[in-house]
């Protein structure tokens, strides 16, 4: 395999990592999980057992994806970005005493192809987050969003839409439902609150 580990990150034995990718100074990448190629996982940032991710994803400093994540092909996550796994977390059960993995069911966030999420970002599994959408730093995501859906705020909510180029796209005048990519002349059509492209 033709890819980087920086000395002092944990890649267990167990992990693949695909090859072209960089694992960065005390990051850690847990029992069975998958990276794919030309990945890059930054400084302590954490990829938890299972977790499922793509070719050419950035996984920023600090970042912690807990299992069972799944993550697309060409995803960003920012710098301290969290994923949960836990709906009801509590360090014990009713009774006082302290809950071990097997005492609760883990859920994932599922991010699709070419999405970004913001720095400090967090998502409240379960969630899907959809193709080429954009998450606002500092969002708090607790439902769905849809592709190429623009959400910011606490909780996190849609205020636009985002192209693949990363910029908000503008309706064209006088063609409603119709989104254009100010960067890239990209055009999109939108019908009952779905983004579609035009190809």
């Known amino acids: 395999m033709n890819y980087r ?17 960089s694992v960065w100074e005390l990051a850690q990448i847990r029992e069975n999980a998958r990276l794919g190629e030309n990945c890059v996982v930054g400084r302590g940032a954490y990829v938890g ?34 994923l949960t ?3 009801n977390p509590r360090s ?8 071990r993995g097997s005492d609760w069911e883990a859920v994932g966030v599922k991010i699709a192809e070419g999405a970004s999420l913001g720095a400090r970002s967090v998502c ?12 606002a730093a500092g969002a708090v995501v607790t439902k769905d969003v849809p592709d190429f859906g623009l959400v910011v705020g606490v909780p ?9 180029a990363g910029v908000k796209l503008v309706e ?4 409603p439902g119709v989104w254009e990519c100010p960067r890239t002349g990209a055009l999109h059509d939108e019908k ?3 983004l579609t492209e035009r190809l």
């Open 85 to 87: 796994n836990d709906m």
């Open 192 to 194: 009952d609150g779905v």
């Open 49 to 82: 057992t299972g977790v499922r991710i793509g070719d050419n994803v950035k996984i920023q400093n600090y970042a912690l994806v807990y299992e069972p994540a799944e993550l697309a092909d060409g995803v960003f996550i920012g710098p301290a970005v969290v």
């Open 92 to 99: 014990v059960d009713p009774d006082g005493k302290l809950k």
């Open 156 to 164: 996190a909510r849609r205020i636009g839409w985002a192209g693949r």
């Open 5 to 21: 580990v920086q000395p002092t990150a944990q890649v267990d034995g167990t992990a693949v990592v695909g090859d072209g990718s």
């Open 124 to 135: 409240v599994a379960p969630v899907r987050i959809g193709r080429w959408a954009m998450i």
């Open 172 to 175: 064209r005048n006088g063609e």
